[in-house]
Nanobody
Framework: QLQLVESGGGLVQPGGSLRLSCAAS????????VGWFRQAPGKEREGVSY????????NYQDSVKGRFTISGDNAKNTVYLQMNSLKFEDAGVYYC?????????????????WGQGTQVTVSS
């Protein structure tokens, strides 16, 4: 059974950076799409970015393009989300998720495995 554990969240000032990690166990990630979602209080869960671990293709939500970078390390069975120039609106719980489906739109229903989430707080 694939299990995902996120880490790296925390409190950061606007303009700051964080790197989130998603460590997998129980299965390798190299045949899946791995995505990061976030959910702010009172809002729906939204897709932030994903990476196709087979061919390395990546996809980003428009609001994070140029600021966030997703990457994967098959040797460590881990996916990272480097977040730079953080804004207040980036705050929320960030979830790592895995999908076996190809996609053009990142919707939660396509992802079958989820981590517990890690909190990102952006505050001055």
């Amino acid at each position: 059974q694939l299990q995902l554990v996120e880490s790296g969240g925390g409190l950061v000032q606007p303009g700051g950076s964080l790197r989130l990690s998603c460590a997998a166990s129980g299965s390798t990630l190299d045949n899946y799409i791995v995505g990061w979602f976030r959910q702010a209080p009172g809002k729906e869960r939204e897709g932030v970015s994903y990476i196709n671990m087979i061919d390395g293709r990546t996809n980003y939500q428009d609001s994070v393009k140029g600021r966030f970078t997703i990457s994967g390390d098959n040797a460590k069975n881990t996916v990272y989300l480097q977040m730079n120039s953080l804004k207040f609106e980036d705050a929320g719980v960030y979830y790592c998720a895995v999908s076996a489906f190809q996609m053009t739109t990142m919707t939660p229903e396509l992802f079958g495995y989820w981590g517990q989430g890690t909190q990102v707080t952006v505050s001055s």
